[in-house]
């Protein structure tokens, strides 16, 4: 059992990474959490910009959005590589559930030896947005020709629907994680504000039956040669 994650917020003044001094991130940046505070006036920014190049002691990541911007700008895989090159466990949590998801997979091209990766899409309508909320956007980012990840072995998601988006987005998963095991998909995770949304959202998943899971599978492993194991819950 590790020490905690080291946890900050985006968007608020002088709580950034790069203002740390290396010796001390060598000694402490092995886990991290990083929470969104975005406003209307935060614009995205390179991941690159928040770590020392000193830094590659990082094995676990916690990016944080809160529903809000997606507030990541894409870089050159180079740019991140030697940072990421320990990294064995990702999770993003709360990513607005009309977001589109491929540009997560830019993490198989920075973090060769990740193992476990942890996605939870969520809805939150009881959330008030408030005109300082920035403007939630996609952004648009393409895997590279020939992306091959031989060390992921788990991915989880939370939020999975049986939409289009949700299965393309899986496919490609498993298509550039060939060493891919397992994948959990789960529904919405539970949420003190959303009591009645998630108790109507497990009743519905209670009465799925076992040939719409087959079908869901079917999806996502046609014309696919993986022999990962796919467990809908």
């Given at each position: 059992m ?31 959490d990083l929470?969104?505070a975005?406003k ?10 928040c770590?020392?190049?000193?830094a590659?002691?990082?094995s ?10 997606n ?7 180079k ?6 090159n320990?990294?064995?466990?990702l ?13 997560t997979l830019?993490i198989?091209?920075?973090a ?16 008030k947005?408030?005109?300082d909320?920035?403007?939630k ?11 091959k ?14 939409e289009?988006?949700?299965t ?14 397992r ?6 995770s ?29 999806q ?13 819950c």
């Open positions: 590790g020490p905690p994650p080291l946890k900050l917020n985006v968007g608020r003044d002088g709580d950034r990474i790069g203002a740390l001094h290396d010796d001390l991130l060598l000694g402490i940046l092995e886990r991290l929470r969104d975005a209307a006036s935060q614009v995205p920014f390179a991941l690159s910009e770590f020392s190049r000193s590659t002691n990082l676990k990541l916690y990016l944080n959005y809160g529903c809000q911007m507030w990541i700008k894409p870089e050159h895989p740019e991140l590589t030697s940072i990421f320990n990294l064995n466990s999770a993003l949590y709360n990513i607005f559930s009309e977001c589109d998801l491929s540009w830019f198989l091209e920075v060769p030896a990740l193992q476990k990766f942890r996605l939870s899409r969520t809805q939150h309508p009881f959330v947005v408030s005109k909320n920035a403007e956007t996609n952004i648009v980012w393409e895997p590279s020709k020939g992306l990840h031989l060390n992921l072995k788990l991915f989880i998601m939370f939020g999975f629907e049986d289009d988006k949700v393309n987005y899986i496919r490609l998963v498993m298509e550039h994680a060939v060493g891919l095991k994948i959990e998909l789960h529904g919405r539970p949420c003190n504000g959303c009591d009645a949304i998630d108790l109507e959202s497990r009743r519905r998943r209670s009465q799925a039956d076992e040939a719409s899971r087959h079908r869901i599978k079917e996502l492993t046609h014309g696919s040669s993986s022999s990962v194991e796919i467990v809908i």
